[in-house]
């Protein structure tokens, strides 16, 4: 490789993205593979500003106001793909934890093929690997309430939104062509599948 290779790990809330991303970390890295793990969340300079906005529009829902939470993410996602990513070594294999595939599971108004538009107009890196991570909804939900912290969701409170968020998901994975990796089972078996996915594109 001459360049980085990018990857992205979305989905639901509870469907083990994270914990799947330690895993395939692992095994990358015991192949003396080099990993960088990137967070969105941590590498956004405005997310503190951008959630106050998204918390106004849980309380009060509307299509201007969750245009302009999509745009402010996609501008986040802008600057992450000028000022993070080009200075990731070369050769490596960078995993983000969530990227704009994920506004197909959390945005209500907005329909993603708008939301991906905004994106590539500001010239947000295309991921060379999207990884769409998926768990039946009542499985996630109830892994989610064995966590400490619960779905640490800002905009799911109920198992119908959980629901709803996740086939929303689902259809997006399927209509943009992403990797679709069902974590229902072991995470070793999800970790193999998807660790074969990066190295078809290496």
């Known amino acids: 490789m001459n360049r980085p290779l990018f990857i992205s790990l ?16 692992q095994v990358l890295r015991a192949d003396n593979k080099q990993v960088i793990r990137l967070c969105e969340k941590k590498s956004d300079p405005l997310r503190g500003e951008t959630m106050a906005l998204v918390n106004q529009l849980v309380r009060n829902p509307s299509r201007t106001l969750e245009r302009e939470v999509c745009e402010r993410f996609a501008d986040s996602r802008a600057w992450i ?42 010239n947000v890196r295309v991921p060379d690997l999207h990884v769409g991570v998926v768990a039946d909804p009542e499985l996630s939900w109830a892994r989610a309430a064995a966590r400490r912290r619960g779905l640490g969701s800002t905009v799911i409170h109920t198992l119908e939104e959980h629901v709803a968020c996740t086939r929303a998901f689902e259809r997006a ?12 089972g072991s995470i070793e078996e999800a970790t193999l599948r998807v660790v074969a996915q990066i190295y078809g594109v290496l």
Do not use: M
Request: hydrophobic share 40%; aromatic share 8%; with cysteine.
């Open 10 to 25: 979305d989905g639901p809330k509870g469907a083990g993205k994270t914990t799947l991303l330690e895993a395939v970390t």
């Open 81 to 122: 793909s000028q000022h993070v990513l080009p200075k990731q070594p070369l050769g490596s294999i960078i995993l983000i934890d969530r990227w704009y595939p994920s506004e197909a599971a959390f945005r209500r108004l907005i329909p993603f093929a708008e939301i991906l538009q905004l994106n590539l107009e500001r």
């Open 173 to 184: 994975v399927a209509d943009n062509g992403w990797v679709l990796c069902r974590n229902e």
